[in-house]
């Protein structure tokens, strides 16, 4: 099973990225897939999240109206798209897919927002 995001980096406050998440090793279009986020000297919290068919989201109101969340069962993979970056951005974002009983981490990818 892997997880592996890409696309983090540093970006000026208002900027945007991308975040990408390629998963190999399970059934990926029936898992629930999520990102989240952990800042420094702060526990890890929920960013958005994707149904298994990709009908369904929900964001954290942090992020709500600026990021968003997408999937291709085809291609496993889930994406997050952040517009309007704030420095409180500034974290480590994981991918997560779960569905029962099974729950999978990939290791992460550095988002910095500063001017």
């Known amino acids: 099973v892997q997880l592996v995001e890409s696309g983090g980096g540093l970006v000026q406050p208002g900027g945007s990225l991308r975040l990408s998440c390629a998963a190999s090793g399970f059934p990926f279009s029936i898992y629930v897939m999520s990102w989240y986020r952990q800042a420094p000297g702060k526990e890890r919290e929920f960013v958005a999240r994707?149904?298994?068919?990709?009908?369904?989201?929900q964001y954290a109101d942090s992020v709500k109206g600026r990021f968003t969340i997408s999937r291709d069962n085809t291609k496993n993979t889930v994406a997050l798209q952040m517009n309007s970056l704030k420095p409180g951005d500034t974290a480590v974002y994981y991918c997560?897919?779960?569905?029962?009983?099974?729950?999978?981490w990939g290791q992460g990818t550095q988002v910095t927002v500063s001017s």
């Open positions: 994707i149904s298994s068919g990709g009908g369904s989201t």
């Open positions: 997560n897919g779960w569905t029962i009983g099974f729950d999978y």
